[in-house]
């Protein structure tokens, strides 16, 4: 099954109430129009493309360690995947797909990382539940999101929602701005340009992790 297959079924139990959901219809209303309202405005559009330099970032790892992007660079391409958190279904759903392509990734000899606003413990949570090999960066106010375009703020309505869901992002992210990254997936060159960009102000759509494949495997030709 597809990623995205994973995640339609994960929705149509969602929305249809199943158990241990079971979300109002008006809860389901509220985040269908805050995610209409963010495709409306065009912001994934003004995000970082294919053939823009990448911005050049060093994020601390779970542990407290500063990765680098460009050390990673240094070693080849990498591969950067953006998600809102583990308190997120879908990205919890998507990580364990880029867990499963990881080998495919690093025959082509590039590294894979992700990047989300939440805190160290909470990303030390994502790499336990989701049994990750490769390293959760921590992006406090989402500062490296907002250079790849893909920070925002949540509309009012939808922070009173997650508050009535004791959904704590402040708590989870240790920043009292409530903003997010609209989910991201990157391919970046050893020169630094991205080869590869999908960006969805839809959480609930992501990219297959063997769509990156063929931008890896120029970045491994060019490299030759």
């Given at each position: 099954?597809?990623?995205?297959?994973?995640?339609?079924?994960f929705?149509?139990?969602?929305?249809a109430?199943?158990?241990?959901?079971?979300?109002?219809?008006?809860?389901?209303?509220?985040?269908?129009r805050?995610?209409?309202?963010?495709v409306?405005?065009?912001?994934?559009?003004?995000?970082l493309?294919?053939g823009?330099?990448?911005?050049?970032?060093?994020?601390?790892?779970?542990?407290?360690?500063p990765?680098?992007?460009?050390d990673?660079?240094?070693?080849?391409p990498?591969?950067?995947?953006?998600?809102r958190?583990?308190?997120?279904?879908?990205?919890?759903m998507?990580?364990q797909?880029?867990?499963?392509?990881l080998?495919?990734?690093?025959?082509?000899?590039?590294h894979?990382?992700?990047?989300?606003p939440?805190?160290?413990?909470?990303?030390?949570?994502?790499?336990?539940?989701?049994?990750?090999?490769?390293?959760?960066?921590?992006d406090?106010?989402?500062?490296?999101?907002?250079?790849?375009?893909?920070?925002?703020?949540?509309p009012?309505y939808?922070?009173?929602?997650?508050?009535?869901?004791?959904?704590?992002?402040?708590?989870?992210?240790?920043?009292?701005?409530?903003?997010?990254?609209?989910?991201?997936r990157?391919v970046?060159?050893?020169?630094g340009?991205?080869?590869y960009?999908?960006?969805?102000p839809?959480?609930?759509?992501r990219p297959?992790?063997?769509?990156?494949?063929p931008?890896?495997?120029?970045?491994?030709?060019?490299?030759?």
């Open positions: 099954m597809t990623l995205q297959a994973k995640l339609d079924a929705k149509t139990d969602f929305e109430g199943k158990p241990p959901y079971n979300v109002p219809h008006s809860v389901i209303e509220t985040m269908h805050a995610t209409a309202e963010l409306a405005s065009g912001a994934a559009e003004k995000a493309k294919a823009d330099k990448a911005p050049v970032f060093t994020l601390n790892d779970p542990e407290g360690d990765v680098s992007s460009a990673l660079l240094a070693k080849g990498l591969v950067i995947s953006f998600y958190g583990v308190w997120c279904p879908y990205c919890n998507e990580l797909a880029l867990e499963a392509a080998p495919s990734f690093r025959e082509l000899g590039a894979l990382i992700a990047i989300s939440q805190t160290a413990v909470n990303s030390r949570k994502s790499v336990r539940q989701n049994e990750l090999q490769f390293p959760i960066l921590s406090t106010h989402n500062d490296v999101a907002a250079q790849f375009g893909l920070r925002f703020t949540l009012d939808l922070i009173e929602l997650y508050k009535n869901l004791k959904n704590d992002l402040p708590g989870f992210n240790g920043d009292d701005s409530w903003t997010l990254p609209m989910p991201g990157f970046i060159g050893q020169d340009v991205i080869l960009a999908e960006v969805n839809d959480y609930t759509r297959e992790p063997a769509d990156m494949l931008a890896l495997r120029h970045a491994t030709q060019s490299a030759d």
